[in-house]
């Protein structure tokens, strides 16, 4: 079974540390010495049981790998055992490191069934927010392609070649712009509904 603890991430700290044939002193450093050597080594041993949200991040990002890769066995992606995830009432899931990281990443709810009408509102919310980003971000490539397409051949285009031109730039700032405001209106709902007018903590009871 694969674990999320502090010795299951130190090995894997180590693994990619080495694998970039750095020190401990260079990977402290890439962290700007925000995690000491002394640390990283308490974590690579397993004497550092557990991490803190900021310090997996910093190692992730100076290790130049996604925070997952820490996190989760790349090498048992369908293990049966896979990961626990222990609920508030003392009780045990378990997902295949697979599942594991499509619900980290967002894919999918990790009580995910298949049947959409029970997902709780928070969980339909965020997959939304998600697709809205991962399209933003679509939406902006495409915008910058035409653009950089536009640069290139406007010299040498003719006059109606130059109108489709011009015409798919707008069409992908359109596109972009929608996207944007969609992933506003996600964001004015979240405050609304669940933090408050001012951005407080809304009354559960209401």
């Known amino acids: ?8 991430i130190g090995r894997r700290v180590a ?14 450093s890439r962290t700007e010495n925000t995690i000491g050597k002394g640390v990283i080594a308490n974590i690579e041993t397993g004497r550092k049981n557990e991490l803190t949200v900021p310090q997996l991040v910093s190692l992730a990002e100076a290790l130049a790998v996604p925070p ?12 049966s055992s896979g ?10 899931r378990r997902l295949t490191n697979i599942g594991f990281i499509r619900w980290f990443a967002g894919t999918i709810p990790v009580e995910y069934d298949g049947d ?3 997902l709780p509102p928070a969980a339909v919310h965020a997959r939304k927010r998600l697709n809205a980003i991962h399209d933003l971000v679509n939406r902006e490539e495409a915008y ?9 051949q ?20 359109d596109a972009r712009d929608a996207a944007r405001r969609r992933l506003n209106e996600l964001g ?4 609304k509904e669940g933090g408050g007018a001012n951005g407080q903590a809304a009354n559960p009871a209401e």
């Open 188 to 191: 004015v709902a979240l405050q």
């Open 68 to 79: 997952l890769a820490l996190l989760v066995d790349m090498d048992e992606l369908t293990a």
């Open 1 to 8: 079974m694969t674990s999320i603890d502090g010795p299951s």
């Open 83 to 92: 990961v626990e995830l222990v609920g508030d009432q003392g009780d045990l």
């Open 15 to 28: 693994a990619y540390r080495k694998l970039n044939g750095w020190t401990m002193d260079q990977l402290a």
């Open 144 to 152: 910058a392609a035409s653009l950089a397409s536009y640069a290139v």
């Open 154 to 173: 406007q010299e040498h285009a003719g006059k109606a070649q130059l109108q489709l031109l011009v015409e798919r730039v707008r069409a992908a700032e």
């Open 116 to 118: 959409e009408d029970e």
